[in-house]
């Protein structure tokens, strides 16, 4: 299968090099479809901190491409996949990267049934990042990076899940931001600032370059994925 926009096993040459380039993929026909149009599988990856929005902002988003686009929108968020594909693993850099390919992988066989795969995870690593671009482009797909950028400070002041507070006081180790490092996107295709952009505005910022670039799928009835 054709891997133009990824770079043969060593990561999505756009996320390393910040080019926007999306290439042929394939259809469910198995012949050679040009994925930049509307119509192929989609995954929009929001990567971020702790308590950055990620959930809070990828599910409404899901939500509303639920009901405006016609492929089947599935949700894989970090805590949940932490479950289940990824049960037992902690928060070393081998365990977040594998977490991270294994998340890129399930999305890539979600995009190579034509559906749109919603990620939300922290993701920190830009290698890994790149590694579930890759994955997803090799099958066919568009991969979206969505940097949900909230200043460290901020992320500390929500604390939804009192994560950071364990951490400051030293109950947690590896955790991201204290003693665990964000690596940002050097390019994304998408940045969220939520502090400047509530919940709202950020799925208008989000639907808004979806329709510019073309990557929605209205028309039609709601496949099967
Ligand atoms: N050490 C450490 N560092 C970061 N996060 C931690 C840690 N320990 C537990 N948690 C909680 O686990 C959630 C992150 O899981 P992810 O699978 O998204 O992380 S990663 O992509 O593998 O780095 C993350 O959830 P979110 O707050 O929703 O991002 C944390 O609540
Ligand atoms: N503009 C915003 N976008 C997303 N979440 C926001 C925003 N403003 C405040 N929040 C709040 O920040 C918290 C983020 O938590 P969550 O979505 O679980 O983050 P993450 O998944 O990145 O850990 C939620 O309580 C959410 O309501």
Request: proline share 4%; aromatic share 6%; with cysteine.
């Amino acid at each position: 299968m054709p891997s133009p926009a990824g770079s043969g096993g060593h990561g999505c040459q756009r996320q390393l090099k910040g080019r926007i380039t999306v290439g042929k993929g394939r259809s469910r026909a198995g012949q050679a479809a040009d994925v930049e149009g509307a119509g192929g599988g989609l995954a929009l990856w929001f990567t971020g901190l702790p308590g950055s929005g990620k959930s809070t902002l990828s599910r409404a988003v899901a939500r509303e491409l639920d009901v405006s686009d016609r492929r089947i929108v599935t949700i894989l968020d970090g805590d949940i996949v932490r479950q289940f594909l990824s049960q037992g693993a902690g928060f070393t850099r081998q365990d977040r990267y594998d977490n991270v390919c294994r998340i890129g992988y399930a999305a890539s066989l979600i995009v190579r049934h034509g559906g749109i795969a919603v990620v939300a995870a922290v993701s920190p690593y830009r290698d890994a990042r790149a590694r579930a671009c890759a994955l997803v482009e090799e099958a066919g797909g568009v991969f979206l990076e969505i940097h949900m950028d909230t200043p460290f400070t901020a992320c500390v002041a929500r604390d939804p899940k009192g994560h950071y507070a364990r951490a400051l006081d030293g109950d947690m180790e590896l955790f991201t931001g204290v003693d665990d490092p964000y690596e940002k996107p050097l390019a994304p295709d998408i940045r969220v600032r939520t502090e400047i952009e509530d919940v709202a505005a950020g799925v208008r910022h989000v639907m808004a370059i979806l329709q510019e670039r073309r990557f929605l799928y209205s028309a039609g009835h709601k496949t099967t994925g």
